[in-house]
């Protein structure tokens, strides 16, 4: 089964409306109007950190500090969800590049042509990038998981089949204000400022 990724492009990190959604991947056998099927994942996993899809594709530019992204049937979360909570960059190329420099890669090997912001200084990736799951539906035999101490339930997904509530981290601030000095490339979309930390 291959994983479903919804990118959900948000004004701030934890923004509970989202502007737009784009499943970039899917199992073909799951139409579009229902909503993916949630394993019985516990609790337990929710906080590991966890790569999605998207850093196996050469023409994915790179993760927003605007954005959250959700895959559902991720293999590190044992099937579960992979949370990306307001992370900029790739996880497997730190210091990014500027289009055309092919110094980043895919998880693969594949060499990306596409430019990519740098990651921010002011956090750590695996506290952006997690395993997750639905804490809150509104379809009552939707299987939900209570979220563990360190995070709560959030209505992350605020429209279509996936709406609902997912478990993210407490006191997560506005990924703008966090994200401080970007020491590898960036540009005017990258979220940061320019230069090395102090």
Do not use: N
């Not at 073909?28 to 909503?35: A, N, T």
Request: glycine share 12%; charged share 20%; with cysteine.
């Amino acid at each position: 089964m291959w994983p479903r990724t919804l990118l959900l492009a948000t004004t701030y990190l934890l923004t509970a409306a989202a502007c737009g959604s784009t499943v970039v991947d899917e199992d073909p056998s799951i139409p579009d109007d229902e909503p993916y099927p949630e394993p019985a994942v516990s609790w337990e996993i929710v906080g590991f950190p966890c790569l999605t899809t998207l850093e196996d594709d050469p023409d994915f530019r790179s993760f927003s500090a605007g954005e959250r992204t959700l895959e559902h049937g991720s293999p590190g979360c044992m099937g579960g969800v992979c949370l990306v909570d307001g992370f900029q960059g790739r996880a497997t190329c730190p210091e990014g590049q500027a289009e055309g420099e092919g110094h980043c890669k895919t998880l693969s090997g594949e060499v990306i042509e596409e430019a990519v912001c740098g990651q921010c200084t002011g956090y750590r990736t695996a506290s952006r990038m997690y395993c997750s799951c639905r804490c809150d539906s509104l379809d009552p035999d939707e299987p939900t998981c209570a979220c563990p101490d360190d995070f709560e339930c959030k209505p992350v997904v605020t429209f279509g089949p996936d709406k609902g509530g997912y478990c993210v981290r407490k006191h997560a601030l506005d990924a703008y204000s966090e994200c401080g000095s970007v020491p590898g490339y960036w540009d005017p979309a990258c979220a940061g400022l320019p230069g090395s930390p102090p």
